[in-house]
């Protein structure tokens, strides 16, 4: 589970991708679909 602590505070790596969506220009074409599972 180290890789998962890296990607953000300790907490999973899909909740990585979902934050992004503050900063979208971290991903090109994969923030689109992050911000939309954030929203859910």
């Given at each position: 589970?180290?890789m ?37």
């Amino acid at each position: 589970l180290r890789m998962v602590s890296q990607g953000s505070c300790g907490r999973p790596r899909r909740t990585t991708r979902k934050r992004p969506k503050s900063k979208p220009r971290r991903r090109r074409t994969t923030t689109t679909t992050e911000t939309s599972d954030d929203f859910e």
